[in-house]
């Protein structure tokens, strides 16, 4: 029986000729991720560690961009202090180099196919989008992970997906989610292997937005091909000296599924969770929302700030509706601006925040009240996940979420 992605993956760096569901490995991950969160936590000692190799470390600040308070500030300097005393090359702190740490990941190429990349944050999944073995760990295994240079997984089974069809306009990768985790549900402890001609089409950022997604259905990994479109994209970059993997033709997979993603609708999960729990937008029309928020790891591309943007055009924001939109990274910004997309943002009435995870975490740039409802292109719903948690929030594309910014109720962005 031959091997999948994660499978082989996880083989090559254990030293094994084989892994199979169960086997556990022990493994150098080629990129370790830390982020503002991890220097929040004065326990930790992080002036005292040693690191096994500063090459591996990438620090990327996001979570509290700029500092919002004297915790992060504070968090924000001992960053800085662990930087220069490990001689880490590759930081990204506030100013030009500014993003989200999975957003960044991807601008830089420092994800590659055939890689293992952990981080502290749960959406590090998000880098299966380049043919590389991604999750977040815990605090101690990350800390852990940067002094040793190890870390270990036990391999779980894959669930492969076959993507087929002609995705219709307005329906996004974030839509073919929501579809799969309604029917599909929890995926714990699993894989998720994405092949066929829509992942094809897909560009690199849509893979990542799904890729990302996946930690709502309790992934271990999500894992897509390498392809001409990858390779390209990494090129771009400066990437080369790479090694694809591809499955084996006899490959083993817990479950074999192929989508029609023809009749997928604009999709919309409910409060307060993902898994078994959403509806096509048209339906929810009756919803009334005081907050719609554009942003986050998964949908805070250039390609979510253009449609959001084209959808508003010459329309103007719907009265006593808050509608946020934050890029993923500085670079994303500044693309944006380039392009006309945020003065047309503006003057519709949309609110533009600098490069950072925001209102998607609840700490800062869009809090909801309790009895608040929002729709978000973020990642996650469930209670207090935004502020309070006496608030409800809908999750839906960006598409969706700008055309209920334009009416203050979930809105099918094909109906505007």
């Known amino acids: 029986m031959g091997m999948n992605i994660a499978e082989k993956i996880l083989a090559a760096h254990a030293g094994a000729d084989t892994v199979k569901p169960q086997d556990v490995v022990e493994v150098t991950p080629d990129t370790i991720v830390l982020i503002d969160v991890n220097f929040q936590i004065p326990s930790m000692g992080w002036e005292f560690l040693r690191i096994a190799d500063p090459e591996r470390v990438l ?36 100013g030009l180099r500014q993003g989200i740490s999975h957003q960044v990941i991807g601008e830089e190429g420092y994800a590659l196919p055939g890689d293992i990349l952990v981080c502290v944050d749960s959406h590090t999944c ?103 479109k990858l390779e390209h994209y990494l090129h ?100 944006a601006i380039e392009a006309g997309y945020v003065g047309t943002l503006l003057e519709a009435g949309a609110i533009m925040t600098s490069a950072t995870c925001g209102a998607c975490g609840g700490s800062a740039l869009g809090v909801l009240a309790p009895g608040e409802r929002a729709i978000s292109a973020g990642p996650r719903n469930f209670k207090g996940r935004m502020g309070s948690p006496d608030a409800e929030i809908f999750l839906g594309s960006s598409a969706s979420v700008a055309a209920s910014a334009l009416t203050g109720r979930i809105t099918d962005p094909r109906s505007v």
């Open 236 to 335: 771009a970059r400066g990437r080369s000296g790479f090694s694809p993997v591809m499955p084996d033709p006899d490959a083993r997979y817990a479950a074999e599924r192929r989508i029609d993603v023809s009749g997928i609708e604009p999709m919309i999960a409910l409060p307060h969770q993902v898994m078994n729990n959403c509806k096509p937008a048209g339906e929810l029309n009756d919803v009334k929302v005081d907050q719609c928020f554009i942003g986050a790891c998964c949908n805070g591309t250039l390609e979510d700030i253009r449609i959001a943007a084209q959808i508003v055009k010459g329309r103007k924001v719907a009265d006593g509706v808050r509608f946020i939109v934050t890029p993923a990274s500085q670079n994303v910004h500044r693309q």
């Open 126 to 228: 998000s880098a299966g989008a380049f043919n590389a073995v991604a999750r977040g760990l815990g605090t101690a295994e990350v800390t852990s992970a940067t002094c040793l240079g190890k870390t270990w997984f036990q391999c779980g089974e894959t669930v492969r997906y076959e993507l087929e069809g002609r995705i219709a306009e307005f329906v996004a990768p974030k839509d073919v989610f929501l579809h799969l985790a309604n029917v599909y549900g929890a995926h714990t402890l699993q894989n998720m292997e994405f092949h066929g001609p829509v992942v094809e089409h897909w560009e690199i950022d849509e893979r990542r937005a799904l890729a990302t997604m996946c930690a709502e259905v309790g992934v271990e990994f999500a894992l897509f091909p390498c392809d001409r």
């Open 59 to 94: 620090v990327v600040f996001d979570h509290y961009v700029p500092a919002k308070d004297i915790a992060s500030a504070s968090a924000h300097r001992l960053g800085r202090e662990f930087v220069r005393k490990f001689g880490i090359k590759r930081f990204h702190d506030v």
